[in-house]
């Protein structure tokens, strides 16, 4: 387990109003984890489903219980920007690029506004992600762009994680690194290992492997990925590379060309590339073609 405690914004207009919390006037400043939880147990979200379920998985995680998690929602980037002025600031921040529209020219200003004031990593969480890049292609951003990454709401058709589970996994990954994480629904217990040393590295078996393969495979393996289970679903797939070891070359078998010009080659497992070589030069090699090591 880590020791770092973390601090996440989340700013999204559309949290479900209730008499009890508008009285009280909950919604005029930060919300609290309990409030938030409260309506996402007990409030229909209209929509987002999704956004609900992210708050039940960072709330009921055990990171969150052992206080190395807190969360704070806001219903508007006004009232995060005060508390950030202020000196509040959070480690990532959910922000919701809806809440300026019809007018885009807001919800920018508001974003480049958190980016410059905080060290924060963002998720800029959208219904219309398509229509944002020539908003954050700016030059302005350019200095940010290490720090903000594109998502649509709800979204589970361009990755193995829908958005909100990549959301959920980047937060606990920043706390701990074992626990629960979520993929298409399922719980996976994720231990960093040899081959993975991060949740965000199952990308890379999903590229190398493809997302139902991999699916099947986290069934078959009782959703457990540690360094067993990720060796063995790398050798079930009979996946093999061949090897210039002179020359430090990895090479797909389908590049017909690279394999005459670098003869002799000798064939490698996946599992065993992975293992001495990182799963990312696995990746790199079948998606170039051609690797270095």
């Not at 770092?4 to 559309?14: A, G, P």
């Not at 959208?126 to 302005?140: A, E, I, M, T």
Request: with cysteine; hydrophobic share 40%.
């Amino acid at each position: 387990m880590k020791n770092k405690s973390i601090d996440i914004f989340l700013i999204d207009d559309e949290f479900p109003k209730i008499s009890e919390f508008t009285s009280a006037s909950i919604y005029d400043s930060a919300i609290h984890s309990d409030n938030l939880y409260h309506l996402a147990i007990t409030q229909s979200w209209k929509g987002l489903q999704s956004l609900q379920q992210l708050i039940k998985d960072i709330v009921t995680s055990n990171p969150f219980k052992e206080n190395h998690i807190q969360l704070t929602g806001y219903t508007k980037p006004t009232q995060c920007l005060t508390d950030i002025e202020n000196g509040i600031k959070p480690d990532i921040l959910i922000y919701d690029w809806e809440y300026g529209m019809p007018n885009p020219t807001e919800s920018q200003e508001w974003l480049l506004d958190i980016l410059s004031k905080t060290d924060a990593f963002v998720f800029v969480y959208s219904k219309v992600r398509d229509q944002l890049p020539p908003f954050l292609n700016k030059k302005v951003f350019d200095v940010y762009a290490d720090r903000f990454q594109l998502f649509l709401k709800g979204s589970s058709t361009h990755s193995i994680f829908s958005s909100e589970e990549f959301i959920l996994q980047f937060i606990l990954g920043k706390v701990s690194d074992t626990g629960k994480i979520k993929i298409q629904g399922f719980d996976i217990e994720f231990t960093s290992n040899d081959f993975l040393k991060k949740a965000s590295d199952i990308l890379y078996l999903e590229r190398i492997l493809g997302r139902m393969y991999l699916l099947e495979a986290f069934k078959k393996y009782q959703f457990d990925l540690n360094n067993e289970t990720v060796e063995n679903l790398l050798n079930d797939s009979n996946g093999i590379l061949l090897f210039n070891e002179a020359k430090g070359l990895l090479i797909s078998p389908d590049e017909k060309t690279l394999i005459e010009k670098f003869k002799p080659l000798q064939e490698i497992s996946y599992s065993k590339v992975a293992k001495q070589y990182t799963i990312y030069k696995l990746e790199e090699a079948l998606e170039k073609g051609i690797a270095l090591i």
